[in-house]
Nanobody, 127 residues
């Protein structure tokens, strides 16, 4: 059974940085992508970034390119999303999900069916 647990997040001022982590377990396939999505109140879910399990393939939403960096620690089965130069519009609940596809812009589409989700974690950017 796939289990994803997010941690990190919290409150930051505009321009500051935060990191969120996603610890994965129970994934029995070799090829998959871990992605971060976010959802702000009253807005649609937005794919933020993804990373493939077996190589360094990554993808980012245009809104976070150059500010966010996704990485993974395979030994810890953990994926990180480093968020720099945060803006108030980055405020949302951030969810990590696993999909049994390779990372690409396609898997960041909001209507893609994922194979597991974490419980979500709040990120608030406010002065």
């Amino acid at each position: 059974q796939v289990q994803l647990v997010e941690s990190g997040g919290g409150l930051a001022q505009p321009g500051e940085s935060l990191r969120v982590s996603c610890a994965a377990s129970g994934i029995i396939v070799d090829y998959y992508a871990i992605a971060w999505f976010r959802q702000a109140p009253g807005k649609e879910r937005e794919g933020v970034s993804c990373i493939s399990s077996t190589d360094t393939t990554t993808a980012y939403a245009e809104s976070v390119k150059g500010r966010f960096t996704i990485s993974r620690d395979s030994a810890k089965s953990t994926v990180y999303l480093q968020m720099n130069s945060l803006k108030p519009e980055d405020t949302a609940i951030y969810y990590c999900g696993v999909v049994f596809l390779s990372c690409s812009d396609y898997v960041l589409e909001p209507d893609i069916e994922y194979d597991g989700w974490g419980q979500g974690i709040q990120v608030t950017v406010s002065s």
